[in-house]
């Protein structure tokens, strides 16, 4: 991002980080090296929104919310799993 004024943050530049988050040119663990995952940055995002929001409703925030309509990536919801009474006795 380049270190922006948050009053110069657009969709458009999350959108070019958060690119380069999945690809791994911007990683801030070893773990991370080789790109996050759709989750994390859903949740990177969700934060940063959650800034502008709660400085708003504080009323410390003027602007509109840089990331307000800006869709996170959707994530495959995993299928539920039981255990058999074998396994829970085991």
Do not use: C
Not at 60 to 67: A, F, G, H
Not at 71 to 85: P, V
Request: no cysteine; aromatic share 12%; glycine share 4%.
């Amino acid at each position: 991002l380049g270190n922006p004024l948050a009053t110069d943050l657009t969709s458009k530049m999350f959108a070019h980080y958060r690119d380069k988050r999945l690809t791994g040119e911007i990683y801030f663990s070893e773990k991370w090296k080789k790109g996050a995952s759709p989750v994390t940055i859903n949740l990177e995002q969700s934060y940063l929104s959650s800034v502008f929001s709660e400085l708003s409703r504080l009323g410390e925030w003027s602007y509109p919310n840089p990331l307000e309509n800006m869709r996170k990536f959707t994530i495959a919801e995993k299928e539920m799993a039981w255990l058999t009474h074998e396994q829970i006795v085991e």
